[in-house]
């Protein structure tokens, strides 16, 4: 509404909450800034008063899903004492995030950012190392067995939670993420190395 007061940032936040949602779309179309700005019923122009470009909007939704994510896995990490606890505790809330906010996933799995800076791709991939080796340390912690193959197992977890994002994504949102992931974790957790 024209003549609204608004708080400091609540604009910004506003555009990013309204990108997400356009993520969320099953079958999503190439996000114009034109589109954006019609959905959040501002002019492109007010869009760039926000944000410098379309990149810098997208990072502003990598800043969140990082906040969250790594806030969620340092309280993970200091609440429950086994090591091995905290690896599961860890997927399931990197699953439930994506089940909550299928925009974001489109983000997390890089489909949102084809066509755009291939500096978000990266940064997504640094995203993706950094849980990797959160994983990483909390089975080097876990004991001498899971220590031991720690490197191999925190990489196959992290491409187990990926492909669900994946198939998350790819489904129109509609293959829940979370699925059997216990049995399956507990299956890799809990298996003896050959």
Not at 51 to 59: D, N, V
Not at 173 to 193: K, Q
Request: net charge positive; aromatic share 4%; glycine share 6%.
């Amino acid at each position: 509404m024209e003549g609204e007061v608004r708080k400091p940032g609540e604009r910004r936040v506003q555009i990013l909450q309204t990108l997400a949602a356009m993520l969320q779309e099953p079958q999503p179309e190439k996000i114009t800034t034109a589109a954006l700005a019609a959905r959040v019923g501002v002019s492109e122009a007010a869009l760039y008063r926000h944000f410098s470009s379309k990149a810098q909007m997208y990072e502003g939704l990598i800043e969140f899903i990082e906040q969250t994510l790594f806030g969620l896995i340092a309280r993970i990490t200091a609440d429950i004492p086994s090591p091995a606890a905290q690896v599961k505790a860890i997927l399931g809330m990197l699953l439930n995030f994506a089940a909550k906010n299928p925009g974001m996933t489109r983000v997390l799995i890089g489909d949102a950012l084809v066509h755009e800076n291939e500096r978000l791709q990266k940064r997504i991939n640094q995203l993706h190392d950094r849980i990797e080796a959160q994983l990483r340390q909390c089975l080097r912690l876990a004991g001498d067995e899971l220590a031991e193959r720690s490197a191999p197992l925190a990489n196959l977890l992290q491409c187990v939670v990926v492909g669900r994002w994946h198939q998350f994504a790819k489904s129109g949102f509609t293959r829940a993420p979370g699925g059997d992931i216990d049995l399956l974790l507990s299956r890799l957790l809990d298996a003896h190395p050959a």
